[in-house]
């Protein structure tokens, strides 16, 4: 069973930076595309970024780009979302998904496996 695990959540201040990873089990991860979302309270989980199998194609929701970077090891069957200049919207849990889809995707039904979550709180 696939199984992901995310980490790296904090409570920063206003434009500080986090790195969170999502680790992926099994040795079907480089076929996978991977995406990160995020949900607040009482809001619906929404789509933050993607990345292809081999990390040469990336997409980001617009209000992250510039200041989010994904990338991917697939030799440590790893994602890692670089935030920088955070501020207080970004505040949220941040799930990793995976999905054995062709292509990226913003819609969280075409993801199959998901991890619990980790939180990022920013502060003003």
């Known amino acids: 069973q696939v199984q992901v695990v995310e980490s790296g959540g904090g409570a920063v201040q206003a434009g500080d930076s986090l790195n969170l990873s999502c680790v992926v089990s099994?040795?079907?991860?480089?076929?996978?595309?991977i995406a990160w979302f995020r949900q607040t309270s009482g809001k619906e989980r929404e789509y933050v970024t993607a990345?292809?199998?081999?990390?040469?194609?990336?997409d980001y929701v617009d209000s992250v780009k510039g200041r989010f970077t994904i990338s991917r090891d697939n030799a440590k069957n790893t994602v890692y979302l670089q935030m920088n200049t955070l501020n207080p919207e970004d505040t949220a849990v941040y799930y990793c998904?995976?999905?054995?889809?062709?292509?990226?995707?913003?819609?969280?039904?075409?993801?199959?496996?998901w991890g619990q979550g980790t939180r990022v709180t920013v502060s003003s």
């Open positions: 998904a995976a999905t054995t889809y062709p292509d990226m995707s913003t819609s969280l039904g075409a993801y199959d496996y």
């Open positions: 099994g040795q079907m991860f480089s076929t996978y595309i």
């Open positions: 990345i292809n199998w081999n990390g040469g194609r990336t």
